[in-house]
């Protein structure tokens, strides 16, 4: 398969018989697993809204994404259901048989695979900025109410490029400016491991999703860096 611009992300449906890719430009393409053949395109539109108490002005809202978009996630218990996210500081909630985004989540500076659904609860969803302040943050799914801001490092400030999920109540995220990865309790807001000095930024993160003491990979310049815990998470 070749598409005419830059990919940068792909997601499968939870039940394995679409994916999606996102790309350079605002438009989300959905392909069928089997045939190989796109299904739909999923892009902006706007729409015109009266402002309240207003007679004459109207107000603009984008239900798609506007610049490059580097993340998407399927909902784990939805077939149809994903979020993505990008450059124009969104995250769009998304179906995939419907040209555009159901609603949406304002804040997010997303700038890689910095996406990710709770596959526990399944009710919150995890979100890495490329910024300075407040750059990992955790909302409601289903309100997109934001539940929690997890803080940088006082000494070591990291803009986010990727961020996952990790056991019950860590989460592992990476960036750039510091170099670093690191792995912290999102309920406590507690720093459980931190990676420093890394020769580049941190681009890509994984984990084997196994027990409360999971395999982590992290990504930086031309290494792979594989992390055992020895405690629990």
Same mark, same amino acid.
């Given at each position: 398969?070749?598409e005419?611009?830059q990919?940068?992300?792909?997601?499968?449906s939870?039940?394995?018989l679409?994916?999606?890719?996102t790309?350079e430009?605002p438009?989300?393409?959905?392909?069928?697993?089997?045939?190989?053949?796109?299904?739909?395109?999923?892009?902006?539109?706007y729409?015109?809204?009266? @402002?309240k %108490?207003?007679?004459? /002005? #109207?107000h603009?809202?984008? !239900?798609?994404?506007?610049?490059r978009?580097?993340?998407?996630?399927?909902?784990p218990?939805e077939?149809?259901?994903? @979020?993505? %996210?990008?450059?124009? /500081? #969104?995250?769009?909630y998304? !179906?995939d048989?419907k040209k555009h985004?159901?609603?949406?989540i304002?804040g997010p500076?997303i700038?890689?695979?910095a996406i990710d659904?709770?596959?526990?609860g399944?009710?919150?969803?995890?979100?890495g900025?490329?910024?300075?302040?407040c750059?990992?943050?955790v909302?409601?799914?289903d309100?997109?109410?934001?539940?929690?801001d997890?803080?940088s490092?006082?000494?070591c400030?990291?803009?986010?490029y990727c961020?996952?999920?990790?056991a019950?109540?860590?989460?592992l995220?990476g960036?750039?400016?510091?170099?670093?990865?690191?792995?912290?309790?999102?309920?406590?807001?507690?720093?459980?491991?931190?990676?420093?000095?890394?020769?580049?930024?941190?681009y890509?993160?994984d984990?084997d999703k196994?027990g409360?003491r999971?395999?982590?990979?992290?990504g930086?310049?031309?290494?792979?860096?594989l992390i055992k815990?020895e405690?629990d998470?």
């Amino acid at each position: 398969m070749t598409e005419n611009r830059q990919s940068l992300n792909v997601t499968y449906s939870p039940d394995g018989l679409r994916f999606v890719t996102t790309g350079e430009t605002p438009e989300l393409f959905v392909y069928d697993r089997t045939t190989r053949k796109k299904i739909l395109t999923l892009e902006p539109r706007y729409r015109y809204i009266k @402002l309240k %108490g207003s007679h004459s /002005d #109207t107000h603009q809202k984008l !239900d798609g994404h506007c610049f490059r978009v580097f993340a998407a996630q399927y909902h784990p218990d939805e077939p149809h259901l994903f @979020l993505s %996210g990008g450059w124009d /500081d #969104t995250v769009h909630y998304w !179906d995939d048989r419907k040209k555009h985004s159901i609603r949406s989540i304002s804040g997010p500076h997303i700038c890689g695979d910095a996406i990710d659904i709770d596959p526990i609860g399944k009710k919150a969803v995890l979100t890495g900025s490329w910024r300075r302040q407040c750059p990992l943050e955790v909302w409601d799914f289903d309100t997109g109410r934001k539940m929690k801001d997890i803080p940088s490092e006082p000494l070591c400030h990291c803009q986010l490029y990727c961020c996952q999920w990790l056991a019950k109540e860590s989460v592992l995220c990476g960036g750039s400016d510091g170099n670093m990865a690191k792995v912290v309790n999102w309920f406590t807001l507690s720093t459980k491991g931190l990676l420093t000095d890394l020769p580049q930024g941190v681009y890509c993160i994984d984990n084997d999703k196994i027990g409360s003491r999971p395999l982590m990979a992290v990504g930086s310049k031309s290494k792979i860096y594989l992390i055992k815990p020895e405690k629990d998470f």
